[in-house]
């Protein structure tokens, strides 16, 4: 499989004085692979694993100081390998299973910056909490399920793929049909590894069924693990009603009738720290970075995955997925989570949307998106530019904003007259990439 973070992995790799590099996202979206893959294709196998979570016995090299030589010196021996400073790569995975380790990344920066080291694990930012953490000694980069690009990858559809990153916006009908059905399969396969892999090997969805199962039933087994934090069956309830409210507005409330609103937000706010659920702001297109004037308060949410979406919503797939119109699939929310889930990956989880409450109407567009220093509504729609009654409203409102644009089933046409560009829903990632 082709995952883009090889090349940002290569690119830290090359840069000036690298620091250690924390891998973080959700469980089993594929941090351990890319990391041994990276080392595979461009550093000859010159990695070092050490796996916390396999061995916890190693725990002990950091117990008694983090002096950087020492504990190299130990786990060269654990290894049985020498490790070349300037050469090969130290990979600690699971590492929040060894919160001194995580401090120790600090000192690896300071005493031996020819040494690159990769941290990669799930449930970090709960280890983050009781820790000292080195800020300003480490980088981050985020890691997500397969984007549609990658998934096309996936299948073997490389011509697909590579025509939908160079940009090309004026397809054929033919062609135009071919990603809508690419698309369809998307949106109940998803994005998780495991389960792109299982329907390229085996052609079923009902395979695939299977193993989104597995990976919902991962997720609450690591429920026990929050539950200094969070009552587990709060957490099942709001992770599921996340998944049913998917691009809505969210109220702590309806997310379980069995708790407390405190109580269902503790939940909400732990599963973003895991990230199996991204948290979108409102904001005010008024200034630039929309980080500015987002609100704490007025937010929806997306799942880290469309496939485990639609799984946790119980979707009947027979039914669904012969529906004509996309974007008519489970009342328009698979569309519109896709759509999030494109955008949160290339944005780097900097995601955002507008919601305008007054007296005699309410308006709200989907999303909100930074890109080369402007700010792009995003609305995930079918149907005439004339039925666009929110985004009409919010370029009316801040006519500093030079166009808007429109994901749907239609081929790409553009409206300047009215500041509108139809873009297929299948080209969402574009709007950041290009």
């Not at 389960?195 to 597995?214: A, H, M, P, W």
């Not at 569309?335 to 955002?352: I, K, P």
């Not at 308006?363 to 995003?378: C, F, H, M, R, T």
């Amino acid at each position: 499989m082709k995952r883009f973070i090889i090349e940002k992995l290569l690119h830290w790799h090359g840069s000036i004085k690298p620091k250690p590099l924390i891998l973080r996202g959700a469980r089993q979206v594929g941090k351990t692979w890319a990391v041994k893959k990276f080392a595979a294709q461009h550093l000859n196998n010159r990695i070092h694993i050490v796996d916390f979570e396999k061995h916890p016995d190693w725990h002990r090299v950091f117990e008694k100081n983090l002096e950087t030589k020492r504990i190299i010196s130990e786990l060269e021996l654990l290894l049985n390998k020498s490790i070349i400073l300037d050469k090969d790569l130290l990979f600690f995975d699971e590492i929040q299973s060894c919160p001194r380790a995580i401090m120790a990344l600090r000192y690896f920066y300071e005493d031996l910056p020819e040494l690159k080291v990769i941290a990669a694990g799930s449930l970090l930012e709960f280890a983050l909490k009781e820790i000292s953490f080195p800020v300003g000694r480490v980088q981050f980069m985020d890691m997500y399920p397969m984007v549609f690009t990658e998934f096309l990858y996936g299948l073997g559809k490389d011509m697909m793929a590579d025509t939908l990153i160079s940009g090309s916006k004026d397809f054929s009908e033919n062609i135009h049909q071919m990603f809508l059905e690419q698309l369809r399969l998307y949106f109940f396969i998803g994005g998780m590894p495991e389960c792109v892999k299982t329907y390229r090997d085996f052609n079923k969805l009902k395979r695939v069924s299977d193993i989104q199962e597995g990976l919902i039933e991962a997720y609450r087994a690591d429920f026990s693990k929050y539950a200094a934090y969070s009552d587990k069956r709060c957490l099942n309830s709001v992770l599921t009603n996340t998944a049913r409210f998917s691009g809505q507005q969210i109220k702590y409330t309806r997310l379980s009738d069995d708790f407390t609103q405190p109580t269902n937000k503790k939940a909400f706010d732990l599963l973003s720290m895991a990230r199996i659920i991204y948290k979108i702001p409102s904001a005010s297109p008024a200034g630039y970075p929309l980080s500015v004037l987002a609100s704490d308060k007025k937010f929806k949410a997306l799942l880290v995955d469309i496939g485990l979406m639609q799984y946790l919503c119980g979707l009947n797939i027979n039914e669904e997925i012969y529906k004509k119109d996309l974007l008519n699939i489970y009342n328009g929310a698979l569309a519109e989570q896709f759509a999030g889930q494109e955008l949160v990956a290339h944005s780097r989880n900097q995601l955002y949307y507008w919601s305008r409450d007054a007296k005699s109407s309410s308006a709200e567009v989907d999303y909100l998106v930074q890109n080369s220093g402007k700010i792009l509504p995003v609305e995930v729609k079918s149907g005439s530019a004339g039925r666009l009654k929110s985004l009409h409203l919010l370029l009316k409102t801040y006519p500093e904003i030079t166009k808007a644009y429109v994901l749907s089933q239609r081929p790409y046409e553009e409206l300047p007259g009215q500041k509108l560009i139809f873009q297929p829903l299948y080209t969402a990632s574009n709007l950041i990439i290009n």
